[in-house]
């Protein structure tokens, strides 16, 4: 990442990059994998949520393992992981459920918590 300061010089910063290992270590856990999805779905990020996904994919045995799993072939589950993709709910709760994990939907914020 560049950034200008001013119009004489560039500072380069360079992004800090995650401990990947560790977290893919620590995604092996489906309450750790749950909570992770959940939030990032929190974050509202679309693109956030599929690398968070590919990420757990990849924790929980591999996009190919993923791909047998859900029937899908690797390359599409690639394209529907990346940055660009746009699952279908029926591709998403596949790689979900194959990943050990599933949707669900809860009230949200304090007019949920008075209702209860």
Same mark, same amino acid.
């Given at each position: 990442?560049?950034?200008?300061?001013?119009?004489?010089?560039?500072?380069?910063?360079?992004?800090?990059? &995650?401990?990947? &290992?560790?977290?893919?270590?620590?995604?092996?856990?489906?309450? %750790?994998?749950?909570?992770?999805? $959940?939030?990032?779905?929190?974050?509202?990020?679309? /693109?956030?949520? =599929?690398?968070?996904?590919?990420?757990?994919? $990849?924790?929980?045995?591999?996009?190919?393992?993923?791909? $047998? @799993?859900?029937?899908? %072939?690797? $390359?599409?589950?690639?394209?529907?992981?990346?940055?660009?993709? %746009? &699952?279908?709910? *029926? *591709?998403?709760?596949?790689?979900?459920?194959?990943?050990? =994990?599933?949707?669900?939907?809860? &009230? *949200?914020?304090?007019?949920?918590? @008075?209702? /209860?």
């Amino acid at each position: 990442m560049t950034i200008r300061k001013g119009r004489k010089r560039k500072a380069t910063v360079t992004a800090s990059v &995650p401990d990947r &290992p560790r977290l893919l270590e620590w995604l092996k856990d489906r309450e %750790n994998a749950a909570a992770y999805i $959940e939030a990032v779905l929190d974050e509202g990020d679309a /693109a956030g949520l =599929l690398q968070a996904l590919r990420n757990v994919a $990849e924790a929980r045995g591999g996009i190919a393992r993923i791909a $047998e @799993k859900t029937g899908l %072939n690797r $390359e599409s589950l690639y394209r529907t992981l990346s940055k660009r993709g %746009n &699952p279908q709910l *029926s *591709s998403l709760t596949a790689i979900l459920h194959a990943t050990g =994990l599933r949707l669900s939907v809860t &009230p *949200s914020g304090a007019k949920a918590r @008075k209702a /209860a």
